[in-house]
């Protein structure tokens, strides 16, 4: 999917936060969420690349997409 | 002119930082070319990490409280108040239903725990996070004589990055030496795929939870708590069933920055060497509060405010502030009830443990002891 078309319903900015501070901010985004909702995360820890969807796939929710934007990756996930 | 300094919150960070101004600063201070004040919303000064031993009945709570009048140089102006708000465009602040004005503003107001924003939370689990907390959880474990001890990680970041192993690894001293061990099953829960958000952290103490029979859970997020059934659900579908149920939970930053705009989660974003805000001016943060990605831990804030009365000296004494801060944070690790080891680790050098010793422990106790000249600025 192409990440211009994915409507994030809150964006969460890690970027700067070394591992696993973007994971942990993501976890309590969707903690917050509603089903459907999608977050978008910014981060520039690239091990956030792998260790978001490991942890989609077990927690069920789902990555729609991850984006590198240069400096930093977008990584779209809906609480499933 | 007067350059004054605003210091908010007389925990670790704010009262070594306090201390360190007033004995750099004495000559301006005496001449009225500078002003420091620290506000607190409270009239002591507390040392968290003495609620880890509150836990076991090693300690009491009162050892960790002394009053700030006694800790703070008489140089520093000690404002037992609230800080309300803080305006960082015309620089003032609101306390004690007045408003004051700031050259330079440090920010050191710590965490505070969110227990409500889990399910089930503040009734079904302990902690010793918190004073009453610990001592709470202090009467369950001395009537805990079977069943399943599970020690979750909910918050993260949470204060003293080391905590939850040493809790789980002294509770299976404690278990053990009382002949209880055989009846009671310790369980660690972590959010992410190892047992620490240090990997260096997680591969030393892989092995010894294994060693001690202590279970370990990984990516395991708590979404609930179900308090009637003793049941601790994750978001990733695991169950676990306890009977005495202890997190770390959720912390958040003071609801005074959140509520003056300067960081959403109550942390303020700040240049992890200059530890200056980054959207505002003149505004420092440190310790818990600053959001630079190292651990919470007082020995982070104590560095951190060294670094900050250096830079605030050169501030007022018209020179380029050079001081900066490599990350460096140094926390002892309780390995059991007699034994320990510590860390040690900054942006550029990971962190290694060494082997645990009786000597180590003896050194973490009397650092619990020598605390208080540090906190005057004496260590
Ligand atoms: C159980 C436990 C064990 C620990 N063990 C260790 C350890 O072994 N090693 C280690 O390095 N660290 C340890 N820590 C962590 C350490 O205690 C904290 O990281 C440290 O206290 C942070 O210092 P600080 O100055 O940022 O905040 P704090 O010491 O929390 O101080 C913040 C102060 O600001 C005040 N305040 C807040 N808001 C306002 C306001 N609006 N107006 C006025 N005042 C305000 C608060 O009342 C408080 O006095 C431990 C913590 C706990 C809970």
Known sequence: MSTESIDADRTVDSRGATCPGPMMDLVGAIRDAEVGDVIELLSDAE????DIPAWADESGNEVLAIDDAGDHYQIYVRKT | MTHR?????GGTGGVVLANNLAERLAPEIDAGEVAVSLFNDGEDHIYKPVWLYVAFGQREPADGRRPLAELVDDRVDLRIERVDDIDTEEK????GGGTVGYD???????SQMDTESIDGLDEGGYHFYGESAST????????FTEGHLVLSVIGNPHMCPVAPLEFVMMADDWFRSRGLREDIDITYTYPIMRTHGNEHIAEWARPRLAERDIAVETMFNAEAIDPSDGMLTSMEGTELDYDLLVTIPPHTGSDLITQAGLGETGWVDVD???LEATEFDDVYAIGDAAAIGVPKAGSAAHYQANVVAKRLTSTVR?????????????CFVETGMDEATYVSFDYNNDPSPGRPSRTLHWSKLAYNESYWLTARGLL
Do not use: F
């Open chain 2, 136 to 143: 709470e959880l202090r009467d369950e474990l001395l009537s």
């Open chain 2, 272 to 274: 992890s060497h200059t």
């Open chain 2, 5 to 9: 300094i605003a210091i908010i919150g």
């Open chain 1, 47 to 50: 091990q956030s690349t792998t």
């Open chain 2, 92 to 95: 003032t602040l609101s306390a």
């Open chain 2, 104 to 110: 330079s503003l440090v920010i050191a107001t710590g």
């Open chain 2, 318 to 330: 018209d020179q380029q502030p050079t001081a900066t801060y490599d990350g460096k944070t140094l």
